[in-house]
């Protein structure tokens, strides 16, 4: 079975666990994250097949691809973020559309 690795990160790595059910994923915003510091130390040390992230997108991303497949689901109107063109994007607020991000 698979089980993916969930990582809270803000200006640093708070926490990055293992689960086997979404039971075990506890979603916490922290605010101020630093994505492009989170995508390329889990893409450098990690090395995973594929990194998704939940972000609001008021973020810096990677000026160069990944080596892993890079998966933005925005829980905000994407407005003005501007992610890499050759990251997946997907708006959660038309996918969800009752979520009150």
């Known amino acids: 079975m698979q089980q993916p ?3 809270a990160f803000d200006y640093a ?3 990055a666990r293992r689960i086997s059910s979404l039971s075990q994923f506890e979603f916490k915003g922290y605010g101020g994250t ?3 510091a989170a995508i390329v130390e889990e893409d450098t040390k990690q ?4 990194i998704v992230l ?5 973020t810096s991303w990677p000026k160069t691809r990944t ?4 998966i933005i689901a925005l829980v905000r109107n994407p407005g003005s973020c501007t992610p890499p063109s050759w990251a997946t994007v997907i708006d959660l607020t038309k996918e969800v559309p009752t979520y009150e991000g």
């Open 5 to 7: 690795r969930v990582v």
């Open 13 to 15: 790595c708070q926490s």
């Open 34 to 36: 630093n994505m492009t």
């Open 47 to 50: 090395r995973p097949d594929a």
């Open 54 to 58: 939940v972000t609001d997108g008021e």
């Open 67 to 70: 080596r892993a497949r890079l």
